[in-house]
């Protein structure tokens, strides 16, 4: 009995403040996440420092918060981000004529399509899925604000021949 309270005292902590499971639904991440892949979310890591561009996250999906969605960064606070000629062009204090991004995840001829502008204030992000083709993301519905991320996925526990820890770009 001892054994088990004092195991649910440091498993339920890192559970519900740490890191927690989240299984990946539908295709908007190929070739990078795929269908019911199990991935282990990092919840902490956005106490200490702000999310960043290209990095994978989870979050309530703003139309419907009991939802949870998983995309990637593009735009952060502050920027402009202009999706153009199936390319991303982003503005900011660094680069006032702006920049194209580079996205090294996503696999060669993808087409990044429909024209879109996104002016990101304070705590708003772009974010898109990998397949872009096949994602309902900030082309669709808009900026995310900070407030609906959960955290980043950090590694890949299913299946089993994909197990490991989920590198950034």
Request: aromatic share 14%.
């Given at each position: 009995?001892?054994?088990?309270?004092?195991?649910?005292?440091?498993?339920?902590?890192?559970?519900?403040?740490?890191?927690?499971?989240?299984?990946v639904?539908?295709?908007?991440?190929?070739?990078?996440?795929?269908?019911?892949e199990?991935?282990?979310?990092?919840?902490?890591?956005?106490?200490?420092?702000?999310?960043?561009?290209g990095?994978?996250?989870?979050?309530?999906?703003p139309?419907n918060?009991?939802?949870?969605?998983?995309?990637?960064?593009?735009g952060?606070?502050?920027?402009?981000?202009?999706?153009?000629?199936?390319?991303?062009?982003?503005?900011?204090?660094?680069?006032?004529?702006?920049f194209?991004?580079?996205?090294?995840?996503l696999?060669?001829?993808?087409?990044s399509?429909?024209?879109?502008?996104?002016?990101?204030?304070?705590?708003?992000?772009?974010?898109?899925?990998?397949?872009?083709?096949?994602?309902?993301?900030?082309?669709?519905?808009?900026?995310?604000?900070?407030?609906?991320?959960?955290?980043?996925?950090?590694?890949?526990?299913?299946?089993?021949?994909?197990?490991?820890?989920?590198?950034?770009?």
């Amino acid at each position: 009995m001892r054994l088990t309270l004092i195991a649910a005292a440091v498993a339920l902590p890192i559970r519900y403040f740490v890191a927690q499971p989240f299984i990946v639904r539908g295709a908007s991440m190929e070739p990078n996440f795929y269908d019911r892949e199990y991935l282990v979310v990092d919840e902490l890591t956005y106490f200490l420092r702000a999310p960043q561009r290209g990095e994978v996250i989870v979050f309530h999906y703003p139309l419907n918060p009991r939802e949870y969605f998983i995309k990637r960064i593009i735009g952060l606070p502050g920027e402009t981000v202009e999706i153009r000629e199936n390319a991303i062009y982003i503005t900011n204090t660094e680069h006032p004529e702006d920049f194209r991004l580079d996205e090294p995840y996503l696999p060669e001829r993808l087409e990044s399509r429909g024209n879109a502008r996104f002016g990101l204030g304070e705590a708003e992000y772009v974010v898109l899925g990998d397949n872009r083709p096949f994602s309902s993301d900030s082309r669709n519905w808009g900026v995310l604000e900070r407030k609906f991320i959960t955290g980043r996925a950090i590694f890949r526990a299913w299946p089993i021949a994909r197990l490991g820890i989920l590198r950034e770009p």
